[in-house]
Nanobody
Framework: VQPVESGGGLVQAGDSLRLSCATS????????IAWFRQAPGKEREFVAA????????EYLESVKGRFTISRDNAKNTVYLQLNSLKPEDTAVYSC????????????????????WGQGTQVTVSS
């Protein structure tokens, strides 16, 4: 499982972006997928996660109501829809995968995720 992110860019405050996390492998539905972000000079933080069959999600409090995580297991892809973006959302967004055959398996702890992508830059100007 090697996640590959795409969809980042430079936008203005209030705009939207959709990030994608594509992976390889035939057992994609057994993986919890999470998004983390790291802003310059700050620790990496959990943003959102979704369980294997997509019926459970968790979010960072500050993004609830603005970001939506979803997945398409037929395409081995997880999406993160970012709406009403703010300058403080500026960061490198990375997706991570955790093998979890037992539902829900969602965790916000970085060390629980074994597979990580390289990240995609999201920059929000004011």
């Amino acid at each position: 499982v090697q996640p590959v992110e795409s969809g980042g860019g430079l936008v203005q405050a209030g705009d939207s972006l959709r990030l994608s996390c594509a992976t390889s492998g035939q057992t994609f539905s057994l993986y919890v997928i999470a998004w983390f972000r790291q802003a310059p000079g700050k620790e990496r933080e959990f943003v959102a996660a979704i369980n294997g069959n997509g019926d459970m999600t968790e979010y960072l409090e500050s993004v609830k109501g603005r970001f939506t995580i979803s997945r398409d297991n037929a395409k081995n892809t997880v999406y993160l829809q970012l709406n009403s973006l703010k300058p403080e959302d500026t960061a490198v967004y990375s997706c991570a995968a955790r093998f979890s055959p037992m539902s829900p398996g969602i965790t916000q702890r970085e060390y629980e995720y074994r597979y990580w992508g390289q990240g995609t830059q999201v920059t929000v100007s004011s």
